[in-house]
């Protein structure tokens, strides 16, 4: 896989009666998961702003959420490139933590309600 960071430019353009983004073969040497005729999908994540995802890939059966996973894969990366960074949080903190959740319990079988936003 490639560095998830990189940056590759292309067009939308017209193929047949369809129209198409087009990358730089770069994008493709780099990941070769996008190869010619592979089955992807596209997300809309934000104005401006899409998800394309090769079909078949396996899926972290954990974290089948591709926007998670890209965002704890960027925070896998950011801390393996500088962990001087890291630091642990102040034990107030952790404290205040405890008090706000005193008498709260959930299972892995709980489900967020929809009007819940973070």
């Known amino acids: 896989m490639a560095d998830d960071t990189a940056l590759f430019s292309g067009s939308v353009t017209t ?55 890209a965002f704890l894969a960027f925070l896998e990366r950011d801390m393996l ?10 034990a107030g903190r952790a404290e205040a933590l405890r008090t706000l959740l005193e008498g709260v319990t959930v299972t892995d079988e709980d489900l967020i309600p929809d009007d819940v936003t973070f």
């Open 81 to 90: 490139s500088d962990p001087s960074r890291l630091a642990p949080a102040p």
């Open 15 to 69: 193929t047949g009666r369809s129209e198409a983004l087009r990358l730089e073969k770069s994008f493709f040497r780099a990941n070769p998961e996008f190869r010619q005729r592979a089955k992807v999908t596209a997300r809309m994540v934000g104005p401006g702003h899409v998800l394309v995802t090769v079909e078949g890939q396996p899926v972290d059966a954990l974290e089948p959420d591709p926007l998670v996973s």
